[in-house]
T-cell receptor, first 114, second 121 residues
Framework: KQEVTQIPAALSVPEGENLVLNCSFT??????LQWFRQDPGKGLTSLLL?????REQTSGRLNASLDKSSGRSTLYIAASQPGDSATYLC?????????????FGTGTRLKVLA | GAVVSQHPSWVICKSGTSVKIECRSL??????MFWYRQFPKQSLMLMAT?????????EQGVEKDKFLINHASLTLSTLTVTSAHPEDSSFYIC?????????????????FGPGTRLTVL
């Protein structure tokens, strides 16, 4: 059974710091891994998706890496801003073709202080 | 971009009543929709997979007679929480997978709704 864990559970940093959020999963047979952002009481916004054959993806100040063999992914946020404050979720999609099921991690609640 | 809406955005009901939540894909057709539940400060848990024109597939531990799912068209899926109890209070989020997927995309082809906050008194 796939389990997805995120560390740390919560993080509070001053503006401008570079951050690393961690995600680990127990079953390496994944199709892809996706990082989401969730604002309080809101739905999910997709940030980055990494296919199982890829090592990393970048979008603006965000960089996500994937080490499938060790069951780990990291989300790197450069030069953090107060607007980055949110909960960040990673989710893995099973390897079965045509199956869209995502298993979500426990989330990291980020607060960037001005 | 693709938009998924949910209605209502929040609802408060009395214990024992039934509540219907709608999930609509506004500018695309979705053969598959997913329903998730999120308790406070916890992650999303997949409840069921809804396929247009067929019965929903429920995850282990989710009561299908309590959480009725109807995917009557390619743009609408509904979740009905029957005989709701306070422990059913949660944030319910749906997502939709489009029939026609973009050739190239930086994100997976599954779009999430804004969620519905259910409070059962």
């Amino acid at each position: 059974k796939q389990e997805v864990t995120q560390i740390p559970a919560a993080l509070s940093v001053p503006e401008g710091e570079n951050l690393v959020l961690n995600c680990s999963f127990t079953d390496s047979a994944i199709y892809n891994l996706q990082w989401f952002r969730q604002d309080p009481g809101k739905g999910l916004t997709s940030l980055l998706l990494i296919q199982s054959s890829q090592r990393e993806q970048t979008s603006g100040r965000l960089n996500a890496s994937l080490d499938k063999s060790s069951g780990r992914s990291t989300l790197y946020i450069a030069a953090s801003q107060p607007g980055d404050s949110a909960t960040y979720l990673c989710a893995v999609r099973r390897s079965t073709s045509g199956t869209y099921k995502y298993i979500f991690g426990t989330g990291t609640r980020l607060k960037v202080l001005a | 971009g693709a938009v998924v809406s949910q209605h209502p955005s929040w609802v408060i009901c009395k214990s024992g009543t039934s509540v219907k939540i709608e999930c609509r894909s506004l500018d695309f057709q979705a053969t598959t929709m997913f329903w998730y539940r999120q308790f406070p400060k916890q992650s999303l848990m997949l409840m069921a997979t809804s396929n247009e024109g067929s019965k929903a597939t429920y995850e282990q531990g989710v009561e299908k007679d309590k959480f009725l799912i109807n995917h009557a068209s390619l743009t609408l899926s509904t979740l009905t929480v029957t005989s709701a109890h306070p422990e059913d209070s949660s944030f319910y989020i749906c997502s939709a997978a489009p029939v026609v997927r973009p050739i190239s995309s930086s994100t997976d082809t599954q779009y999430f709704g804004p969620g519905t906050r259910l409070t059962v008194l």
